[in-house]
């Protein structure tokens, strides 16, 4: 039995990609092991976050959590700074990560931009802070989309540098569970970038807060090509390729299968049925998520009962590296 932890912002609604690429794996997760799932607000600030807007969103995303049918009794559901072990530990494995290292994450790269110099220390640390997020419970495996996978190396090679600086196998390797049909989810308006809660254009995303209509319109409007048929290139039909793969996610048929029955159809069969799916899978998660944000009460109590159970875990540890690393505890 391992012990599986994952993580998601709280910067703003969640969509179709977080659904498919993480959340949907982590429901069939806590059936087998013991899981923690954290939102990641001290991720989140190294952008500036409205403080308002910050606290709204890790409510809703707690919301979103269980209404997608995690159990907070079964999974520790909180918030990564209502654990303090996270930062500590990763002020320690800051001591431990070549900056060579870090200058090869393209997160980085990509959300610095051009102005390099103008990024916060916090943006560039961000990939230690993830580190120190699995291995404090000293996680096993850890779900997550495609995007993350750099990250999830870097985490692995840190925990190896620690071991050996300290000559114990201490923290475990953490294996990426990258799962699913739609491991990336691309934008609606260009299949060649992957959908994402900073894409300016709402068009871009299905929000997991989205009503039928929003969701029916979305896909209508979904950028396709001039091609006859339905057929999966993705080279040649990034956005059609995408909106199968989305396909085969959502209804946990094989993409080969929808591929096969859509082959003779164009788009005015394929887009209603792809909405009708996604309507009736995500409809009942939106009503859910309504219904648990009307009783911020009830939310606070998951996430206070979901941070004592990984604090738990968490203090033993760090108790545990502080002696390894020789710091005093009086
Ligand atoms: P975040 O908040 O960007 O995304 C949360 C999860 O959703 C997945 N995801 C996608 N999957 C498929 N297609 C997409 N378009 C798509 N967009 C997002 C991400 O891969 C992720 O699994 N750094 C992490 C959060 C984090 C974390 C951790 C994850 C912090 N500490 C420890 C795992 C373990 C992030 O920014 O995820």
Request: aromatic share 6%; hydrophobic share 40%.
């Amino acid at each position: 039995m391992g012990r599986v932890l994952s993580g998601i912002q709280p910067t703003g609604n969640l969509h179709l990609g977080n659904y498919l690429g993480a959340i949907k794996n982590w429901l069939t997760m806590q059936q087998l092991h013991e899981c923690l799932y954290c939102i990641v607000d001290l991720h989140a600030i190294t952008v500036f976050q409205n403080p308002a807007e910050l606290l709204k969103s890790t409510r809703e995303t707690a919301a979103a959590f269980i209404a997608c049918g995690i159990d907070p009794k079964k999974s520790a559901i909180f918030n990564q700074s209502a654990v303090p072990e996270h930062s500590e530990l990763a002020w320690i494995l800051n001591c431990h990560t070549p900056l060579g290292w870090l200058n090869r994450m393209t997160q980085f790269k990509e959300k610095a931009g051009k102005h390099r110099e103008n990024a916060v220390l916090g943006l560039y640390a961000y990939p230690v802070l993830m580190a120190a997020d699995i291995l404090i419970y000293k996680a096993t495996h850890v779900p997550v989309g495609e995007d993350q996978k750099q990250h999830l190396e870097l985490a692995r090679d840190i925990a190896g540098a620690f071991n050996r600086a300290y000559g114990r196998e201490f923290f475990p390797q953490p294996e990426p569970l990258i799962l699913g049909e739609a491991t990336r989810v691309m934008s609606l308006r260009d299949g060649t970038k992957k959908m994402s809660k900073s894409d300016p254009s709402d068009q871009s995303r299905i929000a997991l807060t989205d009503d039928a209509d929003a969701i029916a319109n979305k896909f209508k409007k979904a950028k396709t090509d001039m091609e006859p048929g339905i057929t999966y290139d993705e080279e040649k039909r990034p956005e059609v390729a995408n909106l199968l793969r989305i396909f085969a996610a959502l209804s946990g048929r094989p993409r080969a299968e929808i591929e096969k029955e859509f082959a003779n159809s164009g788009f005015g069969q394929f887009k209603p049925a792809l909405a009708e799916l996604a309507i009736t899978k995500l409809a009942p998660i939106t009503a859910e998520m309504r219904r648990l944000m009307a009783d911020p009460g009830y939310i606070d109590s998951v996430l206070r009962d979901g941070a004592e159970r990984a604090r738990a875990i968490a203090t033993s540890h760090m108790n545990e590296v502080k002696d390894m690393v020789g710091m005093l505890r009086v």
